[in-house]
């Protein structure tokens, strides 16, 4: 299940401010510490204890002004496939414009939540103005003021309304989801690993009506692939769209369990590839990165090395993922790519038992505690696994404020090593105790 919100509305009326504040800006945070470049139109958020994603359409707005409403309208159209929620915004100061009316005529046809939002009511006295969006035949309406934030909590509350719980199902088999730019051989490693489809067990319809889960049972392993539906019927047009591609892999790796990222040998990774990686990154799933084509590589003694040292260095500081050199054409690795999408989903499932644990890391920190802060020194008491359905751990301490990232990476990178999370990302956390 997922639960993606699409921001929508002609330009000018407040969609990247609303966004900024849905998504309450920790990414920019995040972002400054880690110093990678990231999409600022794609977040994830939380209200009420429900996690959803929100992508601000306009974002992905680019082209002249004649082509504009042509662009706007593709966008929509596109949220109104893709997305499971929609925000439309309009804008108080400058009353119903012709393209807000165009949307909403688009919109009124759509049978997912449509959320109007009535943006720029700094006060009360715009209030009143609002009413004549009534007119849009859309129903109720909220006011907001995405500057100031007056109305937002009321929209969220209403939203998550519509939201499902994203518990994990526990499904029997991995769910795999092969993503990565256009071009990488995405589809030449879906065919190199399935052959001609004759392994096809059982299509599962998915949550909505083009996302499939395909389930295959090849080399041994028995696995899902998501969404091979999309990659089966894709269309050019629609591949050209940069929204378009960000949706279908915002979708996919929130379905999956872990992401196959296909990256293309000739070209490196490149910015479109670290956007994905981090998707991945941020819902948590598994990752390995497969570098196909690589028969069209001239290879010296170094050749692979240094480029799996390049990858690394860009995805730092998550580099404790498999990065496997493979070709779709000439299908060499392709078993290994599969064997270790496996071993990351089981590496995902790992659970590590209290008391094993508190055995080994309690004393790697007492050999190496977290430095003292203004004379006062950091005393662990205990740790666990939380019930999540991907591996997050919680320290107990005294004063937990003062342990910094530096030290929760350096635990972090002790548990990689004993525990084997490869692929996997990992949440610590210290609390007072
Ligand atoms: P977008 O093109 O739809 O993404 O719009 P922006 O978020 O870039 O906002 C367009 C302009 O409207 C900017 O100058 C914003 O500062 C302003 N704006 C956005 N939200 C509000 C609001 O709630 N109140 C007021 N007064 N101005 C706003
Ligand atoms: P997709 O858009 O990611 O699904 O990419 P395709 O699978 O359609 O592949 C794009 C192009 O790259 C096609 O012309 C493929 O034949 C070619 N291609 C894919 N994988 C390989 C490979 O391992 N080696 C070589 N030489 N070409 C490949």
């Known amino acids: ?31 400054a510490v ?29 082209g002249s002004d004649d082509i504009f409403e042509e662009e706007i309208r593709k966008q929509v159209n596109l949220a109104i496939e893709e997305a499971d929620i929609i925000v439309f915004v309009v804008d108080v100061e400058e009353g119903i414009s012709p393209m807000d009316e165009e949307v909403a005529k688009l919109l009124r046809k759509v049978k997912k939540p449509i959320f109007m939002a009535v943006n720029k009511v700094d006060n009360s006295m715009r209030d009143a103005n609002a009413v004549e ?9 909220y006011t907001i003021s995405s500057i ?8 969220l509350d209403a939203m998550v309304e519509e939201m499902t719980d994203i518990i994990e199902e526990e499904t029997e ?44 049972n090849r080399f041994g392993f028995d696995f899902n692939l998501v969404d091979t539906a999309g990659i089966r019927k894709k269309s050019k047009v629609k591949e050209d769209l940069e929204f378009y591609s960000v949706m279908r892999a915002v979708k996919t ?5 872990v ?12 910015g479109q590839d670290e956007n994905i990686f981090w998707l991945a990154e941020k819902n948590k799933k598994g990752i390995i990165i497969l570098v196909n084509k690589w028969d069209l590589v001239e290879k010296e003694t170094n050749t692979m090395r240094d480029f799996e040292a390049q990858i690394r260095r860009e995805i730092a500081p998550f580099t404790d993922v498999p990065i496997i050199f493979i070709s779709a054409l000439t299908k060499q690795r392709i078993f290994k790519a599969i064997e270790t999408a496996v071993e990351v989903y089981e590496n ?19 050999h190496n505690p977290p430095p003292s802060n203004k004379g006062k020194f950091v005393k662990v008491k205990y740790c666990m696994q939380l019930p999540t359905p991907t591996p997050q751990f919680v320290f107990f301490s005294n004063l937990p404020q003062y342990v910094k990232d530096p030290y929760k990476r350096y635990v972090e990178n002790k548990m990689r090593e004993i525990f084997d999370f490869k692929g996997v990302p990992i949440v610590i956390y210290f609390r007072k105790k």
């Open 34 to 62: 880690s110093g990678v470049t990231r999409d600022r139109h794609y977040g994830k958020s939380n209200w009420n204890g429900k996690e959803f994603s929100v992508i601000d359409t306009g974002g992905y707005t680019v």
């Open 253 to 257: 790796i929130e379905l999956c369990d």
């Open 173 to 216: 088999l991995p769910r795999f989801a092969v993503v990565g730019r256009p071009n990488a051989g995405k589809s030449s490693f879906i065919n190199a690993l399935i052959g001609e489809e004759r392994n096809i067990v059982t299509d599962i319809a998915g949550t909505t009506r083009d996302t499939v889960d395909t389930k295959y």
């Open 348 to 366: 995902r499932k790992k659970r590590i038992t209290t008391s094993k644990l508190n055995d080994t890391m309690l004393e790697i920190i007492k």
């Open 133 to 141: 969006f009534y007119n849009l035949g859309l129903g109720e309406y």
């Open 259 to 270: 992401a196959i990222l296909v990256l293309d040998a000739t070209r490196g990774f490149e």
């Open 1 to 31: 299940m997922s639960n993606i919100v699409a921001i929508v509305g002609r330009p000018n009326v407040g969609k990247s401010t609303l966004f900024n504040r849905l998504v309450q800006r920790r990414d920019a945070i995040v972002d």
């Open 148 to 155: 100031n934030g007056s109305g937002t909590g009321e929209l």
